[in-house]
């Protein structure tokens, strides 16, 4: 569909998308991604004072184990997070440098259109869309995520 991994995507290219529900299907994946990250940050920094609570007895009654299952939360947060990121490792070339950019500050860190504009130094708002549309169709795509008129 791309001739060059570094072009957008072309508007007659995107018109078999139903771009609303793409769009939908990439934000949830990435709000999970965040989420993920979140939750993994939360537990690791608690990770030490739950072992050291452990060890003064605290939590033996036997019939559960806090820290197990926390371990066991880290790795499904790990596992997610690192599937995406593996999956951005194989494709980013697909993407152009303007693309890898709301990537990594839309989809990743949520940050505001302005600030992705500032970014990018572009004052068009139609500009970043055609972008980021392109963007998101195509990280659609990595993921199984893309819907069809």
Same mark, same amino acid.
């Given at each position: 569909?791309?001739?060059?991994?570094?072009?957008? +995507?072309?508007?007659?290219?995107?018109?078999?998308?139903?771009?609303? =529900? &793409?769009? &939908?299907?990439? /934000? =949830?994946?990435?709000?999970?991604?965040?989420?993920? %990250?979140?939750?993994?940050?939360? @537990?690791?920094?608690?990770? %030490?004072?739950?072992?050291?609570?452990?060890?003064?007895?605290?939590? *033996?009654?036997?019939?559960?184990?806090?820290?197990?299952?926390?371990? $066991?939360? +880290?790795?499904? #947060?790990?596992?997610? @997070?690192d &599937?995406?990121? !593996?999956?951005?490792?194989?494709n980013?070339? /697909?993407?152009?440098?303007? !693309?890898?950019? @709301?990537? %990594?500050?839309?989809?990743?860190?949520?940050?505001?259109? $302005?600030?992705?504009?500032? #970014?990018?130094?572009?004052?068009?708002? *139609?500009s970043? #869309?055609?972008?980021k549309?392109?963007? @998101?169709?195509?990280? =659609?795509?990595?993921?199984?995520?893309?819907? #069809? %008129?």
């Amino acid at each position: 569909m791309v001739k060059n991994s570094n072009d957008y +995507l072309q508007l007659a290219d995107l018109k078999v998308f139903d771009y609303n =529900a &793409t769009k &939908t299907n990439v /934000d =949830a994946l990435f709000s999970k991604y965040r989420r993920y %990250k979140n939750k993994e940050e939360i @537990i690791r920094k608690r990770y %030490k004072a739950s072992l050291s609570l452990d060890n003064l007895g605290i939590y *033996s009654n036997g019939k559960s184990d806090p820290v197990g299952n926390k371990i $066991e939360q +880290l790795e499904k #947060y790990k596992k997610f @997070i690192d &599937t995406v990121d !593996e999956v951005f490792k194989l494709n980013y070339g /697909d993407l152009s440098k303007d !693309e890898i950019v @709301i990537y %990594k500050k839309y989809l990743i860190d949520k940050l505001s259109e $302005e600030k992705i504009m500032e #970014y990018l130094n572009i004052s068009s708002s *139609s500009s970043l #869309y055609a972008r980021k549309r392109s963007c @998101i169709i195509k990280v =659609a795509m990595w993921f199984d995520l893309e819907v #069809y %008129k």
